[in-house]
């Protein structure tokens, strides 16, 4: 069997996997990117685009029935289900083809089949009528991960849904149950509620949103309330049943309830997919399914890396990418600066949306810094309120002695358009000096940013 040799080998064609054929690529070396699916990956596919192509579709329907508000009279909207999933595919097969388009135009050889491990520097690659083995010093694994299926509650495309249900529904469900409160669950929460359905959303923590900031939460869940959303925090499933055309299910916990509902979305977390990768035999270390690597992505193999939700959380599309530049460029003898993860941000997608970098204020306080902090309104800002859009709030968290920007964490409409602002301050260590002195233009939500920065020094202007 001939062997072909590249420099480099990915694995998974991602986020991470195609930025990292791409970055190697243009550093000169001999690419191949191996893909078993699509090039693009779940977050391009079925994860971050399609969602948020229905998530636009939501925010117009609501933006449509709040016409009158804003002098415009309309007839009552209608849902066009099978079109807006159709815009939704539509959006993402065209993101796809750029990806494709990319790999030719960069020059990387994509092969499509299952990649595994088979030896020291080399890969064994399974297509639908043959079989290759690829060499290269260097390969880096891209493989991402999955929805995790709870027991009992597998997806069967009907009444249990995972993501990939809920992206292309049959129909709409009329009473609709969510399985965790993350970005994933609170995202497809706020879609089917603003389509009509009947929504109820279970968490086992003791909040929604858990890894934000709680105030940035409680307002969250306040405004889900206030929209319709049943919210059982603190809670778990004891038992399911199902009945004709749906489920009886029983919660246990702080909202311990009996919800009688027609579909069931698992969003209770991922897993990372190292299965099959012939990882047996090697030394690379595997721990609660994601792969241990070093700063730059080295596992303990010698020429084998891991980026990505493979990797380890956050598990987040842009910390992909930037962990592929890490590892490539550090494999090419550059010197990139080690992933830096109080510095990647986060967005969430849901009405309203929710943003946010750095520490909360939890985190700083209990890393035993004396801090300072700001909260600034949406309802005080001028543009919020000509936009009808003055819910929600900006929050920044800096250290009381340097006065370095900590954390930033915002609520409210196109929040996650502003908060890259804050993230280029964390990455040139900015002071609240720095920022008090830059000017934001006007009228522009994003003045709320600097008002938050001023309002933890006192000196608010328009509080």
Not at 315 to 337: F, M, T, Y
Request: aromatic share 4%.
């Amino acid at each position: 069997m001939n062997t072909q040799e590249f420099d480099l080998i990915v694995v998974g064609g991602g986020p991470g996997g195609y930025v990292a054929a791409i970055r190697a690529a243009q550093l000169g070396m001999r690419t191949a990117l191996v893909e078993k699916a699509q090039l693009g990956g779940i977050c391009l596919n079925w994860g971050c685009i399609p969602t948020k192509a229905l998530l636009r579709s939501a925010d117009v329907l609501r933006l449509v029935r709040d016409a009158a508000r804003f002098g415009v009279n309309v007839g009552a909207p209608q849902v066009d289900l099978p079109v807006m999933v159709a815009r939704s595919r539509t959006v993402a097969a065209q993101l796809q083809r750029g990806v494709e388009h990319l790999m030719k135009k960069n020059g990387v050889t994509v092969i499509n089949g299952h990649a595994r491990l088979a030896g020291r520097h080399s890969l064994r690659v399974t297509r639908a009528s043959d079989t290759l083995t690829l060499a290269a010093p260097h390969i880096i694994l891209a493989t991402g991960a999955r929805a995790r299926q709870l027991p009992g509650l597998e997806p069967d495309g009907v009444s249990l849904w995972s993501y990939r249900e809920a992206l292309q529904p049959p129909a709409l469900p009329r009473r609709l149950l969510v399985i965790g409160a993350g970005a994933i669950g609170i995202e497809f929460a706020s879609f089917y509620r603003a389509l009509g359905c009947e929504v109820s959303v279970v968490e086992m923590a003791e909040r929604i949103l858990p890894v934000e900031d709680e105030e940035i939460s409680a307002h969250v869940a306040d405004a889900l309330r206030k929209d319709g959303i049943a919210l059982h925090t603190g809670s778990r499933l004891k038992s399911q049943r199902r009945l004709a055309g749906g489920w009886q299910v029983e919660l246990e916990g702080a909202g311990a309830a009996v919800l009688e509902v027609d579909v069931i979305l698992s969003a209770a977390g991922i897993v990372g997919n190292v299965e099959d990768l012939g990882l047996e035999g090697t030394a690379v270390k595997v721990e609660k399914t994601h792969i241990l690597t070093d700063h730059y992505g080295a596992t303990g193999e010698p020429g084998v890396y891991a980026i990505g939700d493979v990797a380890g959380p956050p598990w987040l599309a842009h910390k992909a990418s930037h962990e592929a530049l890490i590892c490539v460029e550090r494999i090419a003898g550059l010197d990139p600066h080690p992933l830096d993860s109080n510095r990647v941000p986060a967005c969430t997608y849901s009405h309203p949306q929710v943003a946010s970098v750095g520490l909360t204020e939890a985190q700083a306080r209990a890393s035993g810094r004396e801090v300072r902090v700001g909260k600034f309104p949406f309802a005080a800002n001028g543009k919020a309120i000509a936009l009808g859009a003055t819910g929600g709030f900006t929050k920044v968290v800096f250290d009381a002695d340097s006065g370095e920007l900590l954390g930033a964490h915002m609520v409210g409409e196109e929040v996650t358009e502003m908060i890259q602002g804050y993230t280029v301050g964390l990455e040139l260590e900015t002071t609240e000096a720095e920022l008090m002195s830059t000017i934001f233009p006007h009228p522009t939500q994003s003045e709320a940013m600097h008002e938050a920065v001023l309002a933890a020094y006192e000196r608010a202007l328009h509080i």
